[in-house]
């Protein structure tokens, strides 16, 4: 069972019981309490449920009748990440199939990232490098992978991990991909963020033999007030078809090369 489908079992059990429990779910799906306490916090965001401690429950505005009643009107979790819902997804598929058996990835932190997570379980004997803690939930439920997660302290806002321990944890590594993300691209400066302190990308980027900048269509056209990367970093960018002409012909004159998912 994928990610996708225990999430989807969880609401319908929801919808069944009212309420469920992090150990019993845990046992049931064969997976750790981590990888079930990431699942109930991204369907809470999804406003599917409600979360308290140690398990979760329907909404207060929405009663288990009325939750049976409109389960066909629901949109489930995997439905809203459907391709054509969810570019997202679409984008992490396309960056996925870059990865061959046998090489080493950085993550970056970020949703699109945590994505590609996902998609990265479905690939066997990989290493994976990262500072995205939702991503290295994920990822240390696949016995196929090599997980390696970076020091120093949690960003709570990212739920990642930065700063200089962080930075000294990547010394004497090589990765053959980086996988970043971005709050704004500016294809005549670089990738920005709303964040403070990404000199982690920078470190980053400089041990990976090849950059792939993974960002939907929303992040063009607006820009952070830091730099995350200048645009001379990146080797690949992939995003959704949704782009403009002009933000297309802007980033073939930048030089990057660009995949449209």
Known sequence: MNTFERRNTIIEL??????????????????????????????????LLVRFHGGAGLPTNLSQPQAQQVQQ?????????????????EIAKVAVGLVKEGDTIILDSGSTTMMLAMELVKVKNITVITNNLPAASILSDSPDITLVICGGYVRHKTRSMHGTMTENSLKGIRADLMFVG???VDPKVGLTTFNEGYGISVVMADISAKVICVVDSTKFNRSGFNLVLPMNKVDLLITNRNISEQTKLELSNSGVEFKLA
């Open 14 to 47: 929801l919808r069944e019981k009212g309420s469920v429990v992090v150990a019993e779910l845990a046992k049931q799906f064969n997976v750790s309490e981590v990888s079930i306490r990431t699942d109930l916090r991204v369907l809470e965001e999804q406003n």
């Open 73 to 89: 009107e629901e949109t489930l979790l995997d439905e809203r990440y459907q391709l054509s819902r969810d570019p997202k997804i």
């Open 182 to 184: 971005a709050d704004g």
